[in-house]
């Protein structure tokens, strides 16, 4: 029997070609003929099967046909049923602003809060230029200051004394106007009225409720929550009376401007003017009824208040005053004084 290989373990084989085998040749030439293959595709559904097309055809459609471009957002999205949205670039740059005056807003608002915790806190209200010759009285910053879930209600409060500061405003003018066209004392008495009105209740609403509602939400101060109790009552009666308008008051409200309606132009033209202003004092009154209920409320559900911690916090206040604390000083010194004035002359009779 002869070897099929040389001596050679590394060369190559001495057989000859394995296709040159008659049986290999056979089966060669019998496939050609057979499509049972090409006929079936194992990644064919079976409902679609009476369509297969033959491997060959696929593969020589694959070389001919391009491939669609691969967009991975689509393909992402068409697999849950929904498309990518489509964002502008003037969407991107508002997006960009918007997150960068959010930066600035954050970095001014940690910078007050250190200005605060190291004392140097600088006073911002009223907003005056540096070149006036009066300064800020007081340091207000709704956002920093007041908690988040209190800071909606007090600004509401602040508008509203910025709305009824306006109307006081308005309302001096109207009198100038009826001191212009009407004369007679009469107007000169609405105007004064009404200008002394709007110098004295603006700066005195500010101080009298709007500064201790501030001061209540922000620290929890009973004190300051009854104080504003008592004053905004008070000054929402006085709205009412503004809004009626009784002649000789100083005020534009319902009934001095209907007395303007003479059939003039002029006349017409005042009551039109004293109506808006009457509406508007009752749009205060309004306002002010809505946010004393709300402000009540919110004292009333709260824990952190009560007259016990009013009182409480009225005293520390009085005597954390300066002038009282002088005074107090000097009325002790003075019984003291005066007390050994007493001893003193008693001790000269004997």
């Keep these: ?140 910053d709704i956002n920093v200051e007041i908690p988040p879930e209190f800071q909606r209600i007090v600004r509401h409060l602040y508008y509203l004394w910025g709305f009824y500061a306006l109307v006081l405003t308005v309302n001096a003018l109207i009198g100038l106007i009826l001191l212009l066209f009407r004369g007679g004392d009469n107007s000169f008495g609405h105007f004064a009225l009404g200008l002394i009105y709007g110098a004295l209740f603006t700066p005195a609403s500010f101080m009298c409720w709007y500064r201790p509602a501030y001061k209540a939400f922000r620290s929890d101060s009973s004190f300051n929550f009854m104080v504003f109790f008592l004053i905004f009552f008070f000054q929402f009666l006085v709205m009412i009376l503004q809004t009626v308008g009784i002649h000789g008051m100083g005020y534009c409200g319902f009934i001095t401007a209907i007395a303007q309606f003479d059939g003039s132009l002029s006349g017409i033209f005042i009551g039109i003017l004293a109506l808006v202003v009457a509406f508007s004092f009752a749009i205060c009154a309004a306002g002010s009824f809505l946010l004393l209920t709300k402000v009540h409320a919110i004292y009333r559900s709260s824990d952190k208040v009560s007259m016990d911690k009013a009182q409480a916090e009225f005293a520390s206040e009085f005597m954390r005053n300066q002038g009282v604390r002088q005074a107090a000083t000097s009325a002790a010194q003075a019984a003291i004084s005066s007390q050994f004035n007493n001893q003193a002359q008693n001790a000269n009779r004997y």
């Design 1 to 140: 029997m002869s070897n099929n290989f040389d001596d050679n373990p590394f060369g190559e084989p001495a057989v000859d070609n394995p296709f040159a085998d008659p049986a290999v040749q056979q089966a060669a030439r019998i496939a050609p003929q057979s499509n049972i293959l090409d006929e079936y595709n194992p990644f064919e559904d079976d409902n679609n099967r009476h369509t297969t097309i033959p491997i060959g055809q696929q593969q020589q459609q694959s070389r001919t046909e391009p491939f669609p471009a691969y967009n991975q957002n689509s393909q992402n999205n068409s697999a849950y049923g929904k498309t990518a949205p489509q964002i502008s670039t003037e969407e991107l740059q508002r997006r960009q602003e918007e997150l960068e005056r959010k930066a600035q807003d954050l970095e001014r608002r940690e910078e007050q809060l250190r200005n605060s915790t190291a004392g140097i806190r600088r006073n911002n209200w009223p907003p005056l230029p540096e070149q006036c010759c009066f300064q800020p009285c007081f340091y207000q």
